[in-house]
């Protein structure tokens, strides 16, 4: 069945984007194989941090110049991200190790259970949690990302004459339409992935105070929150890298206009 999903996939990406949907369909099949190798780096003892990290890098690389090729827009979107990654990355790790977030949650142990699976893992659950966390926010960053540099350099493209601080301010209103639309979709799938927390909180009867403070609740969150975190960063630091390269590159082309 998945094989036949896939083919389906592949068909309609082909009849509605032709060749770059092709490329979009064989950047997926990189990030697959990107992601399997992170699973089994793991599994052999390398540093869940380190890995995601350079996952993390990769995956960016992948999406980016190979799907949208190498321009200005990609570049200052890679550093953004870069940047975001950072920031999101430290924040991640005070927020899991402050929360204990790191570890099975009161869900997870008990499917594990449920299947004979050995809970006894030796890694640190600490680490793969902000791995995971880094490699979940990606897709939201990189949109922010991309679809704001993307706007201020079609602004300035059309409108050339435009100060720093307008375009800054363009890039600005953009990104707020793009971070509402955002923060929902991150917002519903918080919810969604906590729906079944919930089913068994209402069914065995526990407190509202024990959904609360329940583990699984909180590591939902904590990914919500801290991929929010990073495309709210993404929208500023977008259009202000973007706007400043689109002036020096103009202060260039003055330069080599006037002949010095």
């Known amino acids: 069945m998945v094989k036949i999903l896939g083919i389906?996939?592949?068909?309609?990406?082909?009849l509605i984007?032709?060749?770059?949907?092709l490329q979009a369909f064989l950047t997926i099949l990189m990030n697959m194989a990107v992601l399997a190798g992170v699973v089994l780096a793991i599994v052999y003892g390398a540093n869940p941090l380190a890995v995601s990290a350079a996952a993390?890098?990769?995956?960016?690389?992948?999406?980016l110049f190979y799907q949208n090729g190498n321009?200005?827009?990609?570049?200052?979107?890679?550093?953004?991200i870069l940047v975001v990654l950072l920031v999101t990355f430290v924040t991640g790790l005070l927020l899991c190790r402050a929360g204990h977030a790191g570890g099975?949650?009161?869900?997870?142990?008990?499917?594990?259970?449920?299947?004979?699976?050995d809970g006894n893992v030796s890694l640190s659950m600490y680490q793969v949690e902000i791995g995971v966390i880094l490699l979940g926010l990606l897709g939201a960053v990189k949109d922010a990302a991309?679809?704001?540099?993307?706007?201020?350099?079609?602004?300035?493209?059309?409108?050339?004459?435009?100060?720093?601080?307008?375009?800054?301010?363009?890039?600005?209103?953009?990104?707020?339409?793009?971070?509402?639309?955002?923060?929902?979709?991150?917002?519903?799938?918080?919810?969604?992935?906590?729906?079944?927390?919930?089913?068994?909180?209402?069914?065995?009867?526990y407190s509202f105070g024990y959904f609360l403070n329940s583990k699984?609740?909180?590591?939902?969150?904590?990914?919500?929150?801290?991929a929010g975190l990073g495309c709210i960063a993404a929208?500023?630091?977008?259009?202000?890298?973007?706007?400043?390269?689109?002036?020096?590159?103009?202060?260039?082309?003055d330069d080599k206009a006037n002949g010095n």
């Open 8 to 14: 389906i996939l592949l068909a309609l990406m082909f």
């Open 17 to 21: 984007g032709h060749d770059r949907g």
């Open 56 to 63: 993390g890098i990769l995956l960016t690389v992948l999406i």
């Open 71 to 80: 321009n200005l827009k990609t570049r200052v979107s890679f550093l953004v």
């Open 104 to 117: 099975y949650s009161e869900v997870k142990i008990n499917l594990d259970d449920g299947l004979f699976l």
């Open 146 to 205: 991309v679809a704001v540099t993307s706007a201020v350099y079609e602004v300035h493209r059309n409108n050339p004459t435009l100060l720093s601080s307008q375009l800054f301010a363009s890039g600005l209103n953009i990104g707020r339409e793009i971070l509402s639309t955002t923060i929902n979709t991150l917002f519903f799938s918080c919810v969604g992935e906590s729906l079944l927390l919930f089913h068994i909180v209402c069914y065995w009867g």
């Open 216 to 226: 699984a609740l909180y590591q939902v969150f904590l990914f919500s929150g801290v």
């Open 235 to 253: 929208i500023p630091l977008a259009a202000f890298a973007m706007t400043v390269e689109l002036k020096r590159k103009e202060g260039r082309l």
